[in-house]
């Protein structure tokens, strides 16, 4: 069973460097999936971030206003989501989850982790 577990500060300030880290357990993100940091906040519904693949490749949302990055450690089974410069846009439940096609169908996910950005 693939389990997924977001973790990291739940407030942030303007203009500072949001960083989340994504735990997984079950399965070896160097495997063949898609491993992706999405958010949902009621003003803009379920929006992705980015991924990361399983050769290390990157790919991200053109339209975010605050700069994403997305990096691994596999000696750790994780992968971390930084957002430069945040706004309070960026306010919103990020949740990092899986999939074995990019941007399709997620057959795993994290539970979610409650970010706001406020000073």
């Known amino acids: 069973q693939v389990q997924l577990q977001e973790s990291g500060p739940g407030l942030v300030k303007p203009s500072q460097t949001l960083s989340l880290t994504c735990t997984v357990s079950?399965?070896?993100?160097?495997?063949?999936?898609?491993w992706t940091w999405i958010r949902q906040s009621p003003e803009k519904g379920l929006e992705w971030i980015g991924h990361?693949?399983?050769?290390?490749?990157?790919v991200y949302n053109p339209t975010l206003k605050s700069p994403a990055s997305i990096s691994r450690d596999t000696s750790k089974n994780q992968f971390t989501l930084q957002l430069n410069s945040v706004i309070p846009e960026d306010t919103a439940v990020y949740y990092c989850?899986?999939?074995?096609?990019?941007?399709?169908?997620?057959?795993?996910w994290g539970q979610g982790t409650q970010v706001t950005v406020s000073s």
């Open positions: 990361i693949g399983a050769s290390g490749k990157t």
């Open positions: 989850a899986r999939s074995r096609v990019a941007q399709a169908t997620y057959d795993y």
């Open positions: 079950g399965g070896s993100i160097t495997s063949g999936y898609y």
